[in-house]
C-alpha cells in the first residue's frame, strides 16, 4: 500500500518560509509525478506545483510562482515545498499527492495516491 506523509507545517508571520516535505512509502517513488495542493479554509483544494519523475521538470502555479519551489530526491523517496516569503492567504492544509500518468498533471482527478496534509497558518 502506498503511504504519503507529509511534515513541517506551523504557524509562522507572514515574511518567513517554510519548507515542507513528503515522505512516499510502498511503492516506487521514481515512478510518480508528485504534487503539492492546498485546502484553504472554505474553498476548494487548489493546484501548487508538480515535479515529474525522472527529469525534474517543474510546473508552479501563478499564485505562487516566485515564492515557492518544489523538488525532489528520489533516494530518499520524499518530495519537498520550500515556501518563502509566506503571506496570510497562503494559510491552509498543504497535500502532497502521487501521479503514476505518462505526464504531469495540475489536475487533482489524475493524482492515484494523497496524504493526510499539513496544516500551514501564516499571521499577519
Known amino acids: 500500500q502506498v503511504q504519503l506523509v507529509e511534515s513541517g507545517g506551523g504557524l509562522v508571520q507572514a515574511g518567513a518560509s517554510l519548507r515542507l516535505s513528503c515522505v512516499v512509502s510502498g511503492g516506487t517513488f521514481s515512478y510518480y509525478h508528485m504534487g503539492w495542493f492546498r485546502q484553504a479554509p472554505g474553498k476548494e483544494r487548489e493546484f501548487v506545483a508538480v515535479?515529474?519523475?525522472?527529469?525534474?521538470?517543474?510546473n508552479i502555479a501563478d499564485s505562487v510562482k516566485g515564492r515557492f519551489t518544489i523538488s525532489r530526491d528520489n533516494a530518499k523517496n520524499t518530495v519537498f515545498l520550500q515556501m518563502n516569503s509566506l503571506e496570510p492567504e497562503d494559510t491552509a492544509v498543504y497535500y502532497c499527492a502521487a501521479d503514476t500518468s505518462l505526464e504531469m498533471s495540475p489536475r487533482q482527478r489524475d493524482y492515484n495516491y494523497w496524504g493526510q496534509g499539513t496544516q500551514v497558518t501564516v499571521s499577519s
Open positions: 515535479i515529474s519523475r525522472v527529469t525534474t521538470i517543474t
